[in-house]
């Protein structure tokens, strides 16, 4: 049973989710923060999750990552750094990116998700990946893909990757049809009620950014800063070409579409790579370590050199994990 006093001093720090929160889980989760023995249950539970991951034999390797990170995401609410959420989504991508049984698995496409919700650049990642052939068969991908352009009331192209995605026969067909439906009504009636157009902002786990004008697997342009009012008349779009499905994996041919909606080309370098680690996605805004007294120069106070050893970012599942307990 939730604790009603709990709830209401906690509820600023649960992260919502679209498939919704079990109230029981939740009720645990809340009251970790004060029993002991309900946080050593989740340690508990947390090993068994990654015994499994490393005992794993069967045919579908998959299956306990994807159940792990359901549960993390039942039990702590506040979707913070103790989850460890963001690594094991990294390690799982990268393990199973190239893995022909998961190209189109929509479990693995909404781990993709997932992971392209935690980051700033999420347009250019769904770029990158549609153009590895990953998810180019799954509705849940552009269903994903169009939600983002329509946060950033980009709708033309929204709905042209939904076109998109019929186009491929993205299964479920049904899922995909409903989803461009809804959007098609939700326009019409904001273009009836004369909503403006503004920079979409967006929180994402506690951090307010402003959408910034990008321009995909390019460089932000020059002298234009990050937040901007709305300028000219709203709803003007400019027409863009059909958009067609990479053929494989292995190498993709030259599309002339869209600005935004486009492929990379065959053997050209991108700049970014999709699932690039966190460490490596803000290294520019990381600063190394180094003496903090520089230019200072009394010979009899010598600060000697320390190299702090490299922490990987992915999890490695070994049995000394260091467990957290819920913390809101």
């Known amino acids: 049973m939730i604790n009603v006093e709990t709830l ?119 770029q990158l990946v549609y153009g590895q052939g990953i998810g180019t068969k799954c509705a849940y991908f552009y269903k994903a ?46 273009m009836l009620s004369g909503v403006p157009t503004a920079p979409s902002r967006r929180i994402n786990n506690g951090l307010l950014e402003e959408t910034s004008e990008r321009c995909v697997l390019g460089k932000l342009k020059k002298n234009v800063g990050s937040v901007r009012p709305a300028q000219g008349p709203a709803g003007t779009l400019a027409q863009s070409r059909t958009l067609q499905p990479p053929k ?25 790579t999709p699932f690039q680690k966190s460490e490596a996605t803000h290294k520019e805004n990381m600063m190394k370590a180094g003496t903090w007294n520089k230019g200072y120069n009394k010979k009899h106070h010598h600060t000697p050199h320390v190299t702090v050893p490299h922490t990987p970012s992915t999890p490695s599942f070994r049995s000394e994990y260091t467990y957290y307990v819920p913390i809101l």
């Open 8 to 126: 209401e001093l906690s509820k600023e720090n649960i992260q919502p989710l679209k498939q919704g929160r079990k109230a029981g889980q939740l009720g645990l989760a809340l009251q970790a923060q004060t029993n002991s023995e309900i946080q050593q249950q989740i340690l508990k539970e947390r090993y068994n999750y990654e015994l499994l991951i490393r005992m794993y034999e069967g045919d579908d390797p998959l299956q306990p990552r994807y159940d792990y990170v359901a549960w993390i995401e039942q039990t702590f609410p506040k979707h913070g750094p103790e989850t460890n959420l963001i690594p094991l989504l990294e390690d799982t991508i990268a393990t199973y990116k190239d893995d022909p049984r998961y190209t189109n698995d929509e479990r693995f496409i909404k781990l993709i998700i997932k992971y392209i919700e935690t980051q700033l650049n999420r347009l250019e990642i769904y």
């Open 248 to 272: 494989s994996n292995a190498s993709q041919p030259v599309y002339q579409v869209d600005a935004l909606v486009c492929v990379p080309r065959v053997g050209e370098p991108s700049s970014t």
């Open 145 to 190: 893909w169009a939600e983002e352009l329509d946060l950033e009331q980009d709708y033309k192209r929204a709905n042209n990757v939904f076109q998109l995605g019929l186009a491929n026969g993205a299964q479920p067909k049904e899922l995909l049809e409903q989803a461009q439906m809804l959007f098609q009504l939700s326009v019409g009636r904001k």
